[in-house]
């Protein structure tokens, strides 16, 4: 095949999806009103981002990336100094796997009662999911560091803080990364399962529920595409962030 | 071998010896070193002298203790017991550099090949723009071309060993130990590798310490070959090679060269044997 067309192959899947959807619709195979037409569903998806649903998109993403921040500030330099002492870390290890395991959504009742039904809940407890996530994968980078890179820094004469700073800072930064684009998409699913349930009254999770609640079926897919598009979104970004500041990643 | 006998063998080889007296003060002196690995004795009490402005190439059997004598010497690892002094002094009163097998791992990819080469002076708290000056003249006292605005990942295997050996080398140390520094290039590069080296080695007179597991390439680099026993690692033969620098392909095919190598080979093979 011409190689031209290479970039142009992901929009084959698009394409084939639509006409999957759009043919069972036509064929009436499905319920029209549990599954309406691609053409409703982006027609209330125009719309709604530029009413109601835009209002709940920017509301999720300014919850996401507010979780996600706080829990970079806190888990960065945590997981370096935890990295950099591999005794630190193995006793804080079994402590970390456990609430790294624990599934963020069973801290609702116990944030609730902390911080109350609003914003602040939500973007504690999506934080506190990244922050394991983030804390883990920098400590792992840093415990990572090439050993003869280290001993490279060493043998030019560098004290353990130059060594901390100038190496393993960096050596961890590629994994740090990886941490980030996890933590933003855990972040993401509990804001939106949070906008959902916790008296919410905004974002996208509380739209997709309230859609399907009022059996508004365009307005629950458009809401559920828009979310889809977010976190799409989000993991590009920090990937090309990623791509322009650990332009060593991988080489 | 005890002490006596070492310092006979050496004195045969025409060699300085510390019971003799030197024929020309050594650079490095090393006492009574010893260093186990668990239940394994790599050294004990183990004696050399390095002479002053000589490349001394290290051979010697697989997990002989050869990367673990420069790792001392260097002080990347410490030892058990014994005492390395260079003219007298410590390992912390002398300027050296390190060049590492694997340049992969240990050039600094974040930063570009020019920064690489100066991290060295700014750890010695050089100021920058005489980091810079320094840097620059060493580049072109070498007369490499290179593109050092490079980052080593865009850079070729001989290239970023080049860079690594220039890294060691900009803080004009007394004394360079390189640690099977071309083993991971082709074979090409290697080549070209080795007449960097020679001529690095020639013009700045340092002395430099070289582990190599190719026996020809030791031997053609080498003012003295350091042939080592299997561990405890005693010296098996400290051969001189007397072929006139520099040293060219036509020097591989020179009697005395010929001579030399077969000579190390069979001391070589006598200690493999001896298991
Ligand atoms: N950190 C370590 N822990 C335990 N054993 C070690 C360690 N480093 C080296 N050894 C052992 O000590 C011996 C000497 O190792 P060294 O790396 O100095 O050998 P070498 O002569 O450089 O070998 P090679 O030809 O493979 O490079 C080997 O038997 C090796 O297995
Ligand atoms: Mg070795």
């Not at chain 1, 036509?26 to 009103?33: G, S």
């Not at chain 2, 865009?154 to 220039?166: E, R």
Request: charged fraction near 20%; include cysteine; charge should be neutral.
């Amino acid at each position: 095949m011409n190689k031209k067309f290479e970039p142009f192959l992901p929009i084959i899947g698009v394409a084939g999806l639509f006409a999957v959807w759009f043919a069972a619709t036509a064929a009436k195979l499905v319920d029209p009103v549990l599954l309406p037409s691609p053409f409703e569903a982006g027609k209330a998806f125009w719309q709604g981002m530029h009413g109601a649903l835009g209002f709940d998109f920017v509301k999720t993403i300014y919850r996401t990336l507010m979780a996600t921040a706080i829990a970079a500030v806190i888990a960065i330099p945590l997981g370096i100094v935890l990295g950099a002492s591999e005794k630190l870390y193995r006793s804080l290890e079994f402590v970390i796997d456990f609430f790294r395991s624990t599934p963020a959504s069973a801290m609702f009742p116990l944030f609730l009662v902390l911080f109350g039904v609003g914003d602040e809940t939500k973007i504690s407890v999506a934080a506190f999911g990244a922050i394991l996530v983030i804390l883990f994968n920098v400590a792992y980078g840093v415990m990572n560091a090439r050993k003869t890179r280290l001993l490279a820094a060493k043998v030019m004469g560098a004290s353990r803080l130059r060594v901390l700073f100038d190496v393993m800072l960096f050596e961890s930064l590629p994994q740090t990364f990886v941490g980030l684009r996890n933590g933003v998409s855990l972040a993401l699913v509990i804001i939106v399962v949070a906008e959902m349930f916790i008296g919410s009254q905004d974002g996208l999770g509380h739209s997709v529920f309230e859609a399907q609640q009022m059996f508004e079926m365009p307005r629950m897919y458009a809401a559920i595409f828009a979310a889809g598009a977010l976190g799409y979104g989000l993991n590009l970004i920090f990937l090309l962030i990623e791509r322009r500041f650990v332009h060593w990643s991988g080489k | 071998m005890n002490a006596a006998q070492h310092a006979l063998r050496l004195q045969s080889t025409g060699v300085p010896s510390p019971v003799t007296g030197a024929l020309r003060r050594p650079h490095v002196t090393i006492r009574g070193l010893s260093k186990t690995f668990g239940k394994a004795v790599i050294y004990d009490n183990f004696d050399l002298d390095i002479p002053r402005g000589e490349l001394i190439s290290v051979f010697g059997p697989n997990g002989c203790g050869k990367s673990t004598l420069i790792n001392m010497i260097a002080g990347l690892i410490p030892v058990d017991a014994g005492e390395i002094l260079f003219d007298g002094m410590r390992l912390d009163e002398i300027k050296f550099g390190y060049v590492f097998q694997n340049y992969r791992e240990a050039l600094f990819p974040w930063m570009r090949a020019f920064d690489n080469i100066a991290y060295p002076l700014k750890m010695m708290n050089v100021l920058p723009a005489e980091r810079k000056a320094r840097t620059e003249r060493l580049v072109a006292h070498l007369g490499i071309k290179l593109d050092l605005n490079l980052y080593p990942y865009q850079m070729s295997g001989g290239q970023q060993q080049l860079v690594s050996i220039m890294r060691a080398l900009v803080v004009e140390p007394e004394i360079l130990f390189l640690d099977e520094p071309f083993s991971a290039l082709d074979y090409e590069m290697t080549l070209f590798m080795r007449e960097q080296l020679q001529k690095l080695f020639m013009d700045s007179g340092t002395t430099m310490v070289l582990v190599s597991h190719d026996l020809e390439e030791a031997v053609y680099l080498a003012d003295h070959v350091l042939l080592l026993s299997r561990h405890p690692a005693q010296v098996a033969d400290f051969t001189l090679v007397e072929a006139a620098r520099p040293r060219t392909d036509a020097t591989l095919s020179d009697a005395g060269f010929v001579r030399t190598k077969a000579h190390c080979l069979e001391v070589f093979q006598r200690e493999v044997r001896r298991a």
